[in-house]
């Protein structure tokens, strides 16, 4: 299956961070990559600018192909990892109960900072409805504790190093496979998988759409 994200270049300007100089990204036209030695960060996106130059139309489709391993109705693959606290966690753990486990490229980016405080604002309204909420990115466990320390984070956060279980379960990259995906499961009290939601560019949309299918599940117990 394959699915296409098409972007207009006044999009791909607005993710990146504030201090990135517009010059850079004369519009309408092709968006040059500029820049000698510096980083930028595109929604988790970890990229060298180097003065060979590669550009990027005003208007393109990213065309992802998906082979998913984990599909709603089905029991995903169980994993142990560890924690911000460098404790070993484990999927098992949480059966019996709703589980929300979101997938995102890396901590400290705008993307990526944005979501994880949408979850921590309605963190509350999860544990009404039972749920534990898991961040999963391929961040070490130092990286997630400085991370969920400065946005006072209070869910868990698994370093999946080497994208072990990112690709375990299937999770789709974007931008011909150089984003990390941002996906987003829905495990009910079962086990079984009732919702998976992909959106890159709009973060702070999957705690919507876990809290909607959260009260689906319960109201049907």
Known sequence: MASTLALPCHTVASLLPSHTSMSHFPLPKSIPILSKSSYSQFYGLKFSLSSSLSTIPCFYSFKTSIS???????????????DQDGKNVSLSKFKGKPVVVYFYPADETPGCTKQACAFRDSYEKFKKAGAEVIGISVDNSASHKAFAQKYKLPFTLLS?????????????????????????????????????????????????ETLKMLQTVNSSV
Do not use: C, M
């Open 68 to 82: 998913a391993k984990v599909n709603k109705g089905s029991v995903p693959p169980s994993f142990t990892l560890k």
């Open 160 to 208: 999946d190093e080497g994208n072990k279980v990112r690709k375990e379960w299937g999770v789709p990259s974007d931008l011909f496979g150089a984003l990390p995906g941002r996906q987003t499961y829905v495990i009910d009290k079962k086990g079984a998988v009732q919702l998976i939601y992909n959106n890159q560019f709009q973060p702070e949309k999957h705690i919507d």
